[in-house]
């Protein structure tokens, strides 16, 4: 993709450059609200990753102004504000997804890799990563042709995983995608439905399929 990244931080600038430029992607990069209204009249970008706060303004404000002038490719909002309020109104500002700072490379990726899909409307009935395979629209899921019967929670997780193709999951990302929390309630519900998940995706096979790592996430194993 071709992203265009409106960030005066120069530290976490480069550090977002470097992480999807290693992903692939084109990015450019300005410090300034009204530099990133510029460069989308004269460019096309696929994604846009806006600051909240700005030197010349509030990044919400940004996008607020690029909706009414009709863009409508995807925005993801990075800010240090991180209570509901402030997410809210990213959100109703025309933002399409909100990232907190700090945050893992791993998240980063997965969000703007699951805005672009959800932007071209993708959706396939079957999906399938190393040995596991569901079926969206029947709520079915198997693994090595083994039928696993899963509770709707337990499939939505792992729908989320094998859509990740082995990129790690974090619990914020299962809270708001599959409960729809767009905060972090002090709550282990994540933790108790993997669990499950993962003794029924387990059963008879000698391999752990899904590989969790403290403060990064979920995933499921390319082995697997």
């Given at each position: 993709?071709?992203?265009l990244?409106?960030?005066?931080?120069?530290?976490i600038?480069?550090y977002?450059?470097g992480?999807?430029?290693a992903?692939?992607?084109?990015?450019?990069?300005?410090?300034?609200?009204?530099?990133?209204?510029?460069?989308?009249?004269?460019?096309?970008f696929?994604?846009l990753v806006?600051?909240?706060i700005?030197?010349?303004?509030?990044g919400a404000s940004?996008v607020?102004?690029?909706?009414k002038?009709?863009f409508?490719?995807?925005v993801?909002?990075?800010?240090a504000?991180g209570?509901i309020?402030?997410?809210?109104?990213?959100?109703r500002?025309g933002?399409?997804?909100?990232?907190v700072?700090p945050?893992?490379?791993?998240?980063?990726?997965a969000?703007?890799d699951?805005?672009?899909?959800?932007s071209?409307?993708?959706f396939?009935?079957?999906?399938?990563?190393a040995?596991v395979?569901i079926n969206?629209?029947r709520r079915?899921?198997?693994?090595?042709?083994r039928r696993?019967?899963?509770?709707?929670?337990e499939f939505e997780?792992?729908?989320?995983?094998?859509l990740?193709?082995?990129r790690y999951v974090s619990?914020?990302?299962m809270?708001e995608?599959?409960w729809?929390f767009h905060?972090?309630p002090?709550t282990?519900i994540?933790?108790?439905h993997?669990?499950?998940?993962r003794q029924?995706?387990?059963?008879?096979?000698a391999?752990?399929a899904?590989?969790t790592?403290r403060?990064v996430?979920?995933?499921?194993r390319?082995?697997?």
């Amino acid at each position: 993709m071709r992203l265009l990244l409106i960030e005066d931080d120069i530290a976490i600038a480069d550090y977002i450059v470097g992480c999807l430029s290693a992903a692939g992607h084109e990015v450019r990069h300005v410090a300034e609200g009204q530099a990133g209204l510029v460069e989308t009249k004269n460019g096309h970008f696929d994604l846009l990753v806006v600051d909240r706060i700005l030197p010349d303004g509030d990044g919400a404000s940004v996008v607020d102004t690029l909706r009414k002038s009709g863009f409508t490719d995807p925005v993801l909002m990075l800010t240090a504000l991180g209570s509901i309020e402030d997410r809210v109104e990213g959100l109703r500002h025309g933002a399409d997804d909100y990232l907190v700072k700090p945050f893992a490379q791993a998240e980063l990726i997965a969000r703007i890799d699951a805005l672009f899909r959800r932007s071209r409307g993708a959706f396939q009935d079957v999906c399938a990563f190393a040995s596991v395979t569901i079926n969206r629209r029947r709520r079915e899921a198997w693994r090595a042709g083994r039928r696993i019967t899963l509770h709707p929670r337990e499939f939505e997780l792992l729908e989320q995983l094998v859509l990740h193709e082995g990129r790690y999951v974090s619990k914020a990302m299962m809270l708001e995608n599959v409960w729809n929390f767009h905060f972090h309630p002090d709550t282990n519900i994540v933790e108790t439905h993997m669990s499950r998940l993962r003794q029924k995706l387990n059963a008879g096979f000698a391999t752990d399929a899904i590989q969790t790592t403290r403060r990064v996430g979920y995933r499921l194993r390319h082995e697997a």
